[in-house]
């Protein structure tokens, strides 16, 4: 079963700070994603990347940046949260072309 | 124009009853779809891929029409455990990532 893991559920931040997502997944997948989820919005990809150190921007990477210096592991970062960045966040994970299977969700709020 | 387009519903449809749900999709050359289940304040979960010549998952069938660049999602003998919003997805031009609709919304009722 794939196993796709989030380090918080919810998490509450202040306007200005820096904010770290954590996603980690089990299946050796080479693909992982960002989106952000928004009611009437759907879901919006941030940035994904295919490989170790490889990133590409999705349709809304303003305000973010992501790392991924190992294969199970992907970073999203707010540089300085704000307001407007108050989401739901999805992180995902794929093999190839294949379907990709969803995280938990991390409950953003900026105050 | 969006990539995947949906009747975002709500379709409220009575216990056992047939349900269907259509979506289309802009880019010819997709090459990959699929249909995602979302429950309230979850994360989406892959309810069934879609293959050129249709396929069945128990209750569910889903079909594509590549001339008509649509896709459709019947379920049989609904369930109250199917109430959920179903996304309608196809793969991108990258490939890698996909173009997720924004959803259908199904209440199933006594």
């Known amino acids: 079963d794939v196993k796709v893991t989030q380090s918080s559920r919810y998490l509450v931040k202040r306007t200005g700070e820096k904010v770290f997502l954590e996603c980690v997944q089990d299946?050796?997948?080479?693909?992982m994603f960002w989106y952000r989820q928004d009611p009437g919005l759907g879901l919006r990809l941030i940035y994904f990347?295919?490989?170790?150190?490889?990133?590409e921007k999705g349709d809304i990477p303003e305000g973010y940046s992501v790392s991924r210096e190992k294969k199970e592991r992907f970073s999203l970062i707010l540089e300085s949260a704000s307001t407007n960045q108050t989401s739901m966040y999805l992180c995902?994970?794929?093999?190839?072309?294949?379907?990709?299977?969803f995280g938990p969700g991390t409950r953003l709020t900026v105050t | 124009r969006k990539e995947v387009e949906q009747d975002p519903g709500p379709f409220n449809v009575p216990e056992g009853a047939t349900v269907a749900f259509n979506c289309t999709y802009s880019?010819?050359?997709?090459?990959?779809f699929f249909w995602y289940r979302q429950d309230c304040r979850k994360e989406p979960k892959l309810l069934m891929s879609?293959?050129?010549s249709g396929n069945e998952d128990g209750r569910f069938t889903a079909q594509l029409n590549r001339a008509s660049q649509y896709i459709s999602l019947l379920i049989r003998d609904s369930k109250l455990s199917d109430s959920a919003t179903y996304l309608c997805?196809?793969?991108?031009?990258?490939?890698?990532?996909?173009?997720f609709g924004k959803g259908t919304s199904l209440l199933v009722t006594p």
């Open positions: 995902a994970s794929s093999w190839d072309y294949k379907a990709q299977y």
């Open positions: 299946m050796d997948h080479e693909n």
């Open positions: 990347s295919y490989d170790v150190k490889m990133k």
């Open positions: 880019n010819s050359a997709s090459q990959s």
């Open positions: 879609v293959y050129s």
């Open positions: 997805v196809s793969n991108s031009n990258s490939g890698y990532a996909l173009n």
